[in-house]
């Protein structure tokens, strides 16, 4: 799952990107889009934007994860990627 897309098509880029071995469920505009997508499709990656507009990308997580939807194998990792 992907947030803060600049454009439609993000989701094939990425694909493309990684040599088609990504498949992207969902594609969110803003963290109630995020937050929703996640409760949907319970992805195993999910790519926030820091400056997704309604919270941001800690917004998304502040909603999941304090709500209790947690699964034990989620982890949080961090990387910092320039902006496109």
């Known amino acids: 799952m992907i947030t803060g897309c600049s454009g ?15 498949q992207v469920v969902a594609e969110a505009a803003d963290v109630a ?5 996640v409760r949907l499709h319970a992805p195993d990656v999910v790519l926030l ?9 800690i917004g998304v997580l502040r ?8 699964r034990d194998s989620w982890r949080c990792r961090c990387p910092t990627l320039p902006r496109m």
């Open 49 to 57: 934007d820091v400056h997704l507009p309604g919270g941001g990308g």
């Open 63 to 70: 909603e999941v994860l304090g709500a209790g939807e947690r």
């Open 8 to 22: 439609p098509g993000c989701g094939a880029e990425l694909d493309t990107a990684a040599g088609g071995s990504v």
């Open 33 to 37: 889009e995020a937050v929703a997508a």
